[in-house]
T-cell receptor, first 113, second 112 residues
């Protein structure tokens, strides 16, 4: 069974630029999560989707971050414009349903200079 | 709100030493508790979990017991190996399907 796929694995941008990350969850998984992991800290949930609907985006900085999950499969997380403090690893996870184990992708390491 | 506190790291041990990584939590209701592991260059993997008080989760020689009276979920292993070197995260969900709240992580290095 293929795991959660993410791309790119690494991205370096300058502040005020835009960036987008892509996630392909495990086939059949209805729930998809985006987490932000700042160096030296544990991951923090940014947004949770159930199919193509948002379940929880209470910790998403909506002035600069956006996410979508068209057709309830792949998802894209966008930052526009980026700030220095957005430097982090962005993790995507999926689960069969919201009550099940979450499976994590390898993450995208973003560096904002 | 919910929070998870892990012992300060990093932790360095010799092979075959006994490991304890402390984890305490604050939550309303009855959370489920987890330990995740992140090996170098890899994604987070679920190591073990416990869903109610006095449950013991175990996997790969690691164990943790859900202690409601002390709000703790300490990770233990009797004899660590070099291959156990990784970052370990304690986490909770307050209700099934809700967000995972993670601790800060503990870097474990095991020397031969």
């Amino acid at each position: 069974e293929a795991g959660v796929a993410q791309s790119p694995r690494y991205k370096i941008i300058e502040k005020r630029q835009s960036v987008a990350f892509w996630c392909n969850p495990i086939s059949g998984h209805a729930t998809l999560y985006w987490y932000q992991q700042i160096l030296g800290q544990g991951p923090k949930l940014l947004i949770q989707f159930q199919n193509n609907g948002v379940v929880d985006d209470s910790q998403l900085p909506k002035d600069r971050f956006s996410a979508e999950r068209l057709k309830g499969v792949d998802s894209t997380l966008k930052i526009q414009p980026a700030k220095l403090e957005d430097s982090a690893v962005y993790l995507c996870a999926s689960s069969f349903s919201g009550a099940d184990e979450q499976y994590f992708g390898p993450g995208t390491r973003l560096t904002v200079t | 709100g919910n929070s998870v506190t892990q012992m300060e790291g990093p932790v360095t041990l010799s092979e075959e030493a006994f490991l304890t990584i402390n984890c305490t939590y604050t939550a309303t209701g009855y959370p489920s508790l987890f330990w995740y592991v992140q090996y170098p260059g890899e994604g987070l993997q679920l190591l073990l979990k416990a869903t109610k008080a006095d449950d013991k989760g175990s996997n790969k020689g690691f164990e943790a017991t859900y202690r409601k009276e002390t709000t703790s979920f300490h990770l233990e292993k009797g004899s660590v190996q070099v291959s156990d070197s990784a970052v370990y995260f304690c986490a909770l969900t307050e209700t099934s399907g809700s967000r995972l709240t993670f601790g800060e992580g503990t870097q474990l290095t095991v020397n031969p």
